[in-house]
């Protein structure tokens, strides 16, 4: 049986492309406060790497958290597993919302964040 394309995540590829902008942007974000004394050209330029970054990566994920949300209602999602009513159809819904929350790698990118945060926090305080 054919997939729904509402049902279809992402190709792994695509999951790969964002979580890498999302980290580059995250790095661009940090690096600012190396290179704002020494080059600001360069920081500037950083900082419209991060920025646009930042705008392409959390874009993405709110259009799948979005997708996942309109499956959950339209197919009252809910209160059919409340009430032990799923069928055919809730269960494709529910297999593409559990497969696009695992093949997530939105739990990695926000711990590289807070990393990269603390690490130029440290940084700065120590430099």
Avoid: H
Avoid at 75 to 98: F, H, R, S
């Amino acid at each position: 049986m054919e997939k729904r394309s509402e049902f279809k995540t992402v190709p792994t590829w695509v999951v790969y492309l964002f979580f890498g902008i999302g980290v580059v942007s995250a790095g661009a974000v940090r690096a600012i406060l190396f290179f704002q004394e020494k080059d600001p050209f360069i920081a500037k330029v950083i900082w419209y790497v991060a920025i646009i970054g930042y705008m392409i990566f959390f874009f993405y994920r709110y259009v799948i958290s979005r997708k996942r949300k309109r499956i959950v209602k339209k197919y009252n999602l809910l209160d059919k597993l409340k009430n032990n009513q799923i069928g055919q159809e809730e269960c494709e819904a529910l297999t593409y919302v559990v497969s696009s929350v695992d093949k997530s790698k939105e739990n990695l990118n926000y711990s590289i964040i807070f990393i990269f945060s603390i690490v130029a926090i440290l940084v700065d305080l120590l430099c």
